[in-house]
């Protein structure tokens, strides 16, 4: 996130109209997987960090050609970047998400992309440039045990107080690991809390379930702006390792609410 003082900020309702276009028109045109109750409810929590006056980057581990990265992306405003870490490296791949960034971007829309696996992001230090300053971030990339628990790693290095993240395909069955990687990271690290899972409303071959998590501080901010916006889709509390999240159902549609004005912790 940049500092400069010569920054001129983008009204809320710009970022809010730009967001919005975004999630119920131009996503249909970028190729990617993602379900429609997961969809709003990334749509959501970002139009409460814009209500909220939350600033901070986006991050999204895997990107492909940009479909939920671009979500986020919209989101910004001027001096926020999005990263995208993914090294992009099957033939076309990289071409074809640079240039859905300039098509479905603003030039004041800054996006970086670290052509590189997230554990190699890790390792080379390149968390500090973000350390604090994340206020979203999508875990897509390896969806094997060690992939995850680093990814999670770099989530605890760099997401905000008031952030959130987002693991895509949890309880899906092709991808156990997942869901075992977060488990053991949860027990082991207080750091983050679960507090949603947005479930699968079609078949598993266009997305998987998602779980959100925060920071403590966060979290119950997080919750209830979810709840609110997706109240009719709110179907119960469970427990997962301890800790209680909601679960979000779409069998029967999505019913988003409209934006309310919350203020954050």
Known sequence: MTSSSDITPTPAPERLARLRRYAQEDISGVTGW????????????????I?????????????????SFLLFANS?????????????????????????????????QAFALHAIPSDQFREEGRCSEFAGKVRA????GGHVYDAVRNDLKIALEV????????????????????????????????????????????????????LFLAR????????????????????????????TIDIFDFHQGVQKNPLKSQSHP
């Open 51 to 67: 209500a909220a006056g939350i600033a901070g980057d986006v991050v999204e581990i895997g990107v492909y050609h940009g479909k």
């Open 137 to 140: 971030l999508h875990i897509d």
């Open 159 to 210: 997401l905000s107080e008031t952030g959130f993240v987002v693991v895509d395909d949890m309880a899906h069955p092709w991808y156990p690991d997942i869901t075992v990687a977060v488990a053991d990271h949860l027990r082991e690290d207080a750091a983050l809390t679960a507090f949603a899972m947005t479930a699968a409303n079609t078949p598993v071959t266009n997305g998987g379930s998602k």
């Open 76 to 108: 910004l405003d001027a001096g926020e970047r999005a990263i995208a870490i993914d090294p992009l490296d099957q033939a076309g791949r990289r071409q074809k998400f640079e240039d859905n960034c300039r098509v479905f971007l603003r030039e004041e």
């Open 216 to 243: 403590p501080k966060g979290a119950g901010f997080l919750r209830k702006a979810l709840r609110s916006a997706l109240a009719h889709n709110f179907k119960y509390e469970r427990d997962f390792v301890g800790q």
């Open 34 to 49: 993602l379900q429609v109750g997961s969809l709003a409810a990334i749509w959501s929590l970002l139009e409460t960090q």
